[in-house]
């Protein structure tokens, strides 16, 4: 039987960078694959980075181990003299929206089970 890759677990536009088995933890560290981000104010691309935080979202249950997310995401200088915001976050909308503590699949499946109960 041939192991799946960790890659198939994770969601597009995101890039492996280590992954821990902590206690009854599966903790993937991940980064966006992308080198540019757009503003969620004007809509320009932007490269030009200011810094970076971690953030840790919970995912779907990984061969009976919980799993989380550990997101590095980058925040970046807005170079669009007439936007308002100097620097933004960059979005990661294809694993969660903005402040979510959850992934999209996560949270679809609580909404499935508290439908179902």
């Not at 890039?15 to 991940?30: L, R």
């Not at 004007?42 to 799993?67: E, F, M, V, W």
Request: net charge positive.
């Amino acid at each position: 039987m041939r192991p799946l890759p960790l890659a198939d677990f994770i969601p597009t536009g995101l890039a492996v960078d280590a992954f821990d088995v902590e206690k009854n933890e599966v903790v993937i560290c991940v980064r966006s694959a992308t080198p540019l981000a757009r503003c969620p104010a004007c809509g320009a691309k932007s490269g030009r980075l200011h810094s970076r935080y971690q953030r840790t979202i919970a995912d779907l249950p990984l061969a009976g181990y919980s799993t989380s997310l550990r997101v590095w995401v980058r925040r970046f200088f807005c170079d669009s003299r007439s936007c308002p915001r100097r620097i933004f976050a960059e979005r990661i909308e294809t694993v969660a929206p903005p402040r979510s503590r959850r992934t999209d699949r996560l949270e679809s499946l609580a909404h499935c089970l508290a439908i179902a109960l």
